[in-house]
């Protein structure tokens, strides 16, 4: 864990967040400036960088995925649809440097994305 790291310490508990599930290695919470009806993160409870980093993490991604298809059927996202983003780097739009992927849904996405 890094102390300095915002996502690191909302897996410890230390700062607050409304959680909606979690497993072994990881969580999911409510994105506290929703651009959706339904805004999840799902992080890992590992600090990792960035999307970009995984393929030095065995197995990290595909248990996020999972988790992120799992999150979006408790949310009733399944039948209607949903978007799953991660930005990598701060030009890609990442603010947070704790690997993260958004799950958002409960209105119409529009394509190509800004
Ligand atoms: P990104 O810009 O892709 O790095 O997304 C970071 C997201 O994190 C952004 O949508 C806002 C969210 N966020 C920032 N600080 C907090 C916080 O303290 N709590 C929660 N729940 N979300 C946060």
């Known amino acids: 864990m890094s102390n ?10 230390e700062i607050p967040s409304e959680i909606v599930a979690e497993g072994e290695g990881w969580l999911a919470f409510r994105d506290i400036q929703p651009q959706a009806p339904v805004h999840l993160l799902v992080i890992p409870r590992e600090h990792v960088e960035s999307a970009a980093e995984l393929d030095s993490v065995p197995a990290l991604g595909g248990e996020l995925l999972q988790a992120v298809a799992r999150v979006a059927t408790q949310e009733g996202l399944h039948d209607e649809g949903f978007r799953v983003v991660t930005n990598v780097g701060e030009r890609a739009g990442q603010s947070v440097m704790h690997l993260h992927f958004h799950v958002l849904g409960g209105r119409r996405m ?4 800004g």
């Open 4 to 13: 300095d790291c915002l996502f690191c310490r909302i897996a410890a508990g």
């Open 110 to 113: 529009h394509w190509p994305p």
